[in-house]
């Protein structure tokens, strides 16, 4: 499966933005989904992530109740829903899916990623 991510972008400190992962190769419906973002200069980090079914979703503590993740299977999408922008969510943001895990891992167990949106957050 193949994963574009798109929708980052230079914005204030208390913007939104929303981004998006369109799936090519197979369809997602029965993948769970995930978000992690890259800061500059730091390792990558869970973000958000979502059940196949849609029923479940998890997050970060530090975008809880600003980011939301939401998924469309007719359009083979997830989206990330982003408020309240902080500068410190500046960070190359990306998709990944899970393709083999048996049950809902939300934080790991990720076996395609894509290739990343910058988000940029001035101050």
């Known amino acids: 499966v193949q994963l574009q991510a798109s929708g980052g972008g230079l914005v204030q400190a208390g913007d939104s933005l929303r981004l998006s992962c369109a799936a090519s190769?197979?369809?997602?419906?029965?993948?769970?989904m995930g978000w992690f973002r890259q800061p500059p200069g730091k390792e990558r980090e869970f973000v958000a992530a979502?059940?196949?079914?849609?029923?479940?979703?998890d997050y970060a503590n530090s975008v809880k109740g600003r980011f939301t993740i939401s998924r469309d299977n007719a359009k083979n999408t997830v989206h990330l829903q982003m408020n309240s922008l902080k500068p410190e969510d500046t960070a190359v943001y990306y998709c990944?899916?899970?393709?083999?895990?048996?049950?809902?891992?939300?934080?790991?167990?990720?076996?395609?990623w894509g290739q990343g949106t910058l988000v940029t957050v001035s101050s």
């Open positions: 990944a899916a899970d393709v083999s895990s048996p049950s809902y891992t939300p934080r790991y167990g990720y076996d395609y």
């Open positions: 979502i059940s196949w079914s849609g029923g479940s979703t």
């Open positions: 190769g197979r369809t997602i419906s029965r993948y769970n």
